[in-house]
């Protein structure tokens, strides 16, 4: 019995790091789609098992979903979920997150302008949240793919400013040097 809880906590550890190695690969652009994209259909039959067997709630569930499928490059049907998720779950711990990925499925979809107003209801819906920086400097550099330096130049530093020392500030300075 303590083996199996010791187990799931190993797996729920796993499960987490590997989100945020997702996340960062999607964030920097640098991940493929699925890193398991030669059998994508063993990877989504095993998220389903996994997350049916660990006997998650709904709302982690349904989070989870949205984000396998945009891990999965399908951002029309993953910002869809996620737009789903915040009507039923407006204010839970992962609204911000999830409207956040509302803004990337447009983002990588090259729908700039789409993403940066996405990306500004995280700024103003959830300005404690964890992914304001995140949000901003999206923002910058969707600007920056639709040619208009000035903003983007604005939101970069605003990113510095606001969040000096964190990576989203170290990665605002590097695109403000590419800039100029």
Known sequence: NELA???RRQEQALDNIMLKINFIENFLEIGGKNVSEA???KSKAATSDTLAKNSVPE???AYLAAYQTFKDGNYAKARTEFQNFLALYPNS???DNAQFWIGECYFFEKNYEQAIL???KVVKNYPRGSRVAYALLKQGLAFLNLGDKTSSRLLLQQVIKDYP?????RIARSKLQEIK
């Open 5 to 7: 809880a010791n187990t």
């Open 165 to 169: 020392n964190t990576n989203q500030a």
């Open 39 to 41: 059998n994508p259909e």
């Open 118 to 120: 996405e990306y500004e």
């Open 59 to 61: 709302k982690d569930r």
């Open 93 to 95: 711990e992962y609204s």
